[in-house]
């Protein structure tokens, strides 16, 4: 790659126009122009490996063939993009393929709820509901864990920086410790457990729990599939309502559809976004048992949770899954990204590296975080793009579409190596 010599473009005008918020256009100082699955090419020419992936949302790659060449027939033939909650022949495809390929295998009869078009949303809707259902405001989360960023979602969202930003007292929530927080020898299940049996915890009975099966911004932090089926035991045998938030790990980003598969669990309500609407565009799903579907009708709208376009990408998404067969190449994947993560763990001991993750979601959490930042920035300097994550940003993270070809993952794989060995060169150093 020539990224090292080409200049780069400007970012005057977004950093004169936009709002100070911005984030991750401060990590990678170009201007992005044109995307073929796991490359990204800026207005200068330059082109870039991704392993962000849309922070989850780019699973099918960036502007996907068989996803777009529906979507330009659907718009040609002037289907209905905008319909909030109205049926619509795009939204009865979705929901078919969606009982068809997802739902009936399990042996699911969840209803699909459209609560709007970001994660968030799922959530608030789950929230919600489980409050509704129950009678009771509380909820358990667990530390390290992200939601989202409105009030009800950030409420159960661990990390504080994000939560100082709410301006208000986040409440109604109580946290417990994710699995593995006390290192592997404690139960923190056990410890949770106790604590809702003793009526002198302090801590009401909660309406539901909240969960991630792997932790993508809070650090890679993967629970056992025994952890995850005592929680599901504790919750029906308490009358707590289990929530499963699938919004970055679902949709085969650690190897089956749904990152809980191998657990064998039916949570009762499960939170989908980012990838699920296959193509990048903006789409919810909160799944729900059909015997806590009580809703009135209206009682959570939303404008755009009825994006057409979004139903009309998420179905032909939805055909990768028809067959083992994607699910067997990712797995090919997270092979060859484990070895690489093994290799440069192995190679630069000085940098205190740890493997975290699963399935094409893994990376490398290190002794001082900064090292992270750095390398991150080393790597988008010679043409690979991925990020942080973890409390204090101290997971590097690979994250690349699900569909990215074998020999571009080579190459990236080949820079993050690379960018290692700069790194280990830094720290001798310094």
Known sequence: MDNQVMEKPKLTVFNKLESEVRSYCRSFQTVFDKARNAKLWDTQGNEYI????????????????????KLVDYILQDGVTHSLDMATGAKETFLTRFQEIILKPRGWDHKVMFPGPTGTNAVEA??????????????????????????????????????????VDLSHSVFMPYDGYFGSDVDTMAYME??????????????????????????????????????????????????????Q??????????????????????CLSKSIGGFGLPMAITLIKPEIDIWEPGEHNGTF?????????????????????????????????????????????RLGGEIRGRGMIQGVAFDKPE??????????????IMETSGPHSEVAKLMPPLTIEMNTLAEGLGIFENSMKQLAAEERLS
């Not at 991704?50 to 060449?69: K, P, S, V």
């Not at 650690?254 to 009762?268: K, L, M, N, R, V």
């Not at 090292?371 to 043409?383: D, K, P, T, W």
């Open 50 to 69: 991704d392993f962000f992936a849309g922070a989850g949302a780019l699973n099918y790659g960036h502007n996907n063939e068989r996803i777009r060449e």
């Open 126 to 167: 789950a929230l919600k509901i489980a409050r509704k259902v129950t009678g009771r405001s509380t909820v358990l989360c667990f530390t390290n864990a992200f939601h989202g960023m409105s009030l009800g979602s950030l409420a159960v969202t661990g990390n504080a920086f994000k939560r100082q930003g709410a301006g």
């Open 194 to 247: 106790k604590l809702l049996d003793d009526p002198g915890s302090g801590i009401p009975l909660p309406a539901a729990v909240i969960v991630e099966a792997v932790q993508g911004e809070g650090g890679l932090n993967a629970a056992s599939r025994q952890w995850l089926q005592k929680l599901a035991r504790i919750c029906k045998d308490k009358g707590m309502l289990l929530i499963l938030d699938d919004i």
């Open 249 to 270: 790990m679902g949709c085969g980003r650690t190897g089956s559809f749904f990152s809980f598969d191998d657990a064998g669990i039916e949570p009762d309500i499960v």
């Open 305 to 349: 949770r009825g994006n057409n376009l979004g139903f009309v990408a998420a179905a032909e998404a939805l055909s990768y899954w028809k067959t083992e067969e994607f699910q067997l190449d990712i797995g090919i994947r997270e092979h060859r990204i484990r070895q690489s993560l093994e290799n440069v763990v192995r190679e630069y001991p």
């Open 371 to 384: 090292h992270a930042g750095r390398l991150s920035e080393i790597a988008f300097e010679q043409g690979l």
